[in-house]
């Protein structure tokens, strides 16, 4: 009888019908196609420090996430960039002065080079202020919210993400909200102008394993807001000490950030899906280990968890029943692949 034969083994593990997302990522990755567009990109730039411990401090935040971005989350060495107010202080890792002019030309060249589907991470550290407009302090003329807002016009396609960790930040939100970006600050507003315990966290979320609540091994941008946001007032309470900041997460593009995300209601949807390890990770499977079917299955998570966040965004437009039996089939889904990448990897699953 027809149809009755042994049935090839998928190229891509045991998940299951994965479906058509899974075959469309299989395919592009097997031409090399989606590993680069849609690679992560950082650009890290600690200002001036104003005494030596916060340099010392400074540098090592920066340095942590420089690591964690290479050997957690897969970004090659040449998509991380480091300035900082004294170039002279690691001539291996630092690549530039952090300057108005240095930064502008940094993205200025990432524009060019970035695929049209990347994610570009900017993490600014050090001193902020409002005199006249909210500002990072640098060596020579300070970078200004609107000066950033101005450069990002640049990516008129890519992911952005802005994370101000500096103290009296909470203003640049207005400047830089919009769609496809994701912004985070570490205070409220200007008027939270005290040194922040903000990046040291924020920084731990991506280089440890705490921040990573639903255990899937990778790190959503509102898991490492929240875990950061958690710590700091828990340090703050261990110190018996008034909090002094509050930080922010704005990624619906309304201009106004929210301490405690909700993504049923508000801020939260986007963070919660974008991963700064996307494409990454796929890169580095297809590359590192040789074997293209678990750069697929990256690519077909990905895919998935787009997909989900998109149907949770429509909810409201939906009828329940389908609404709810949609999302349970996409969530199994989305086990049976992560199970699959797990196993492909030699790792048990949870």
């Known amino acids: 009888m027809r149809g009755r034969g042994r049935a090839r083994p998928s190229p891509i593990g045991p998940v299951g019908p994965i479906g058509l997302l899974a075959l469309l990522a299989f395919a592009a990755l097997a031409a090399g196609v989606p590993a680069a567009r849609a690679q992560t990109h950082f650009l890290i730039v600690s200002g001036l420090s104003g005494e030596p411990r916060l340099a010392v401090a400074f540098h090592e935040w920066a340095t942590t996430l420089m690591d964690a971005a290479e050997q957690r989350l897969g970004v090659p060495p040449r998509n991380i960039v480091y300035l900082a107010e004294s170039a002279d202080r690691d001539v291996s890792r630092i690549q530039g002065l952090a300057t108005r002019e240095t930064i502008e030309r940094e993205l200025s060249a990432l524009a060019e080079r970035a695929g049209p589907e990347a994610a570009i991470a900017i993490v600014l550290m050090g001193h902020g202020s ?86 899937d091994g990778r790190v959503s941008l509102l898991e490492a807001f929240e875990y950061a946001r ?118 048990r699953p949870r």
């Open 130 to 215: 409002a005199a006249g407009e909210p500002r990072l302090n640098l060596p020579g003329p300070d970078l200004t919210a609107d000066d950033l807002a101005s450069w990002l016009v640049r990516f008129p396609t890519q992911r952005i993400v802005v994370v101000n960790t500096a103290s009296a930040s909470g203003d640049w939100i207005p400047a830089l909200s919009g769609e496809r970006r994701v912004v985070i600050t570490a205070t409220r507003s200007a008027s939270e102008r005290y040194e922040t315990m903000f990046p040291r966290w924020l920084v731990a979320a991506f280089a440890s394993d705490g921040a990573d609540t639903d255990k």
């Open 230 to 347: 958690r710590e700091v007032a828990r340090a703050y309470q261990r110190e018996n000490r008034l909090l002094t900041e509050h930080a922010l997460l704005d990624d619906d593009g309304d201009g106004r950030g929210s301490h405690e995300p909700d993504p049923r209601s508000g801020d939260g949807p986007a963070a919660a899906r974008i991963f700064l390890d996307a494409g990454a990770r796929a890169a580095a499977a297809a590359g590192g280990s040789g074997d293209p079917g678990l750069a697929a299955l990256y690519a077909a998570r990905d895919s998935l968890e787009r997909v989900i966040a998109e149907h949770r965004a429509g909810k409201d437009r939906m009828v329940p029943e389908r609404y709810e039996q949609e999302l349970e089939r996409l969530l199994l889904e989305l086990a049976r692949v992560g199970r699959s990448i797990q196993e492909r990897e030699g790792r």
